[in-house]
């Protein structure tokens, strides 16, 4: 090393010049590591439990499928007791929703059950009333009750050889006329036995009472009187003819008809309850288009019509000697 006249060495030498010891720089300290910092993990809180699926489904289906409601929310509350999930309130609720569901539908088939028995009987009381109205329409009552004879067609009075046939409608004018000219004349006939008067009461004006058919009722009416009071059927025509509504008003009442008679048996439940409505109309039908059984004329052409013997009788309405020569020169 080349000495230096500042006392220095040169610096290829590695030395330190000369010195106070207390000049030379300090060696540096040893390296050491940093402290380690252990790293640490955020907290986030407790975790929630899962909810349970069937708890879930059990709520849905309580909405439309109440069977599957109660089946999985049975299921349900069984898993949550033993895992701890979370759906208790769903399932509880799936299974308020389904057995809710379940007892509405009972009571509904309930009702159903007994509204389709209720109907039920309810149309088999109206096909019932049809079906009579329907047979009676079609055949009417049969047999003989009083007066009346249902088969024939006809109410008989009297007892003699001679046939008098009497075609009337209770509103017709006509007939009014007639009646009053030549009823107590076929009464007397009638009594000593001359005649068997059959009497034919049609309901083709019908038409001519406003809608209340008249003739109808009024003929069902002296049906009723005919079959409850025999002896007072030709007293029950006359006093028809005499309180003989106008053509086109609504004639008599019920009630009205009903008063008419004299007769000992009450006709009130037989009229109001149009018993003979459909057989008097099942005459005028049978009349109208004929055949007339032992009759000249093939049907009844309009009112009155007279058949004696089945022969029609052409002389005036309004004279009762006519008649009564007519019908007594038929028997004599």
Not at 19 to 27: I, M, R, Y
Request: charged share 15%; proline share 6%; glycine share 12%.
């Amino acid at each position: 090393m080349t000495e230096r006249t500042d006392g220095t060495t040169d610096a290829n030498t590695g030395e330190y010049p000369a010195g106070n010891p207390g000049d030379q720089p300090a060696a540096p300290a040893p390296y050491k590591a940093p402290p380690s910092i252990a790293p640490t993990t955020p907290y986030a809180g407790p975790v929630a439990p899962r909810t349970n699926t069937l708890a879930i489904v059990a709520l849905v289906t309580g909405f439309c499928c109440n069977i599957a409601a109660v089946i999985t929310g049975h299921i349900a509350l069984s898993q949550i007791k033993r895992t701890g999930e979370a759906g208790k309130g769903l399932a509880i609720a799936g299974l308020v929703l389904g057995y809710a569901s379940i007892g509405l539908t009972a009571v509904l088939l309930v009702v159903l059950v007994f509204f389709t028995a209720a109907m039920g009987a309810f149309v088999t009381a109206v096909a019932g009333a049809t079906s009579s109205v329907t047979s009676e329409s079609t055949s009417g009552p049969t047999g003989q009750i009083g007066a009346a004879y249902f088969d024939e067609g006809y109410l008989l009075v009297g007892t003699g050889s001679t046939v008098v046939d009497l075609y009337i409608d209770p509103m017709c004018p006509y007939c009014g006329q007639f009646d009053i000219a030549n009823g107590d004349t076929l009464a007397a006939l009638v009594e000593d036995g001359s005649i068997t008067l059959r009497l034919h009461s049609l309901t083709f004006l019908d038409e001519a009472s406003q809608g209340s058919e008249y003739s109808t009722r009024a003929s069902a009416a002296l049906t009723c009187e005919a079959s409850i009071n025999p002896e007072s059927t030709l007293d029950y025509l006359a006093a028809l003819f005499a309180n003989q509504p106008t053509e086109g008003t609504t004639g008599l009442s019920d009630d009205e008809l009903v008063a008419l008679s004299d007769g000992g048996s009450s006709i009130a439940e037989c009229v109001t309850g149009e018993q003979y409505h459909a057989w008097s109309q099942q005459n005028t039908d049978a009349a109208l288009t004929g055949p007339i059984p032992g009759a000249e004329i093939a049907s009844i052409q309009g009112t009155p019509t007279v058949l004696i013997d089945g022969v029609q009788y052409d002389g005036p309405i309004g004279d009762p000697q006519a008649l009564a020569d007519a019908i007594l020169g038929v028997t004599s």
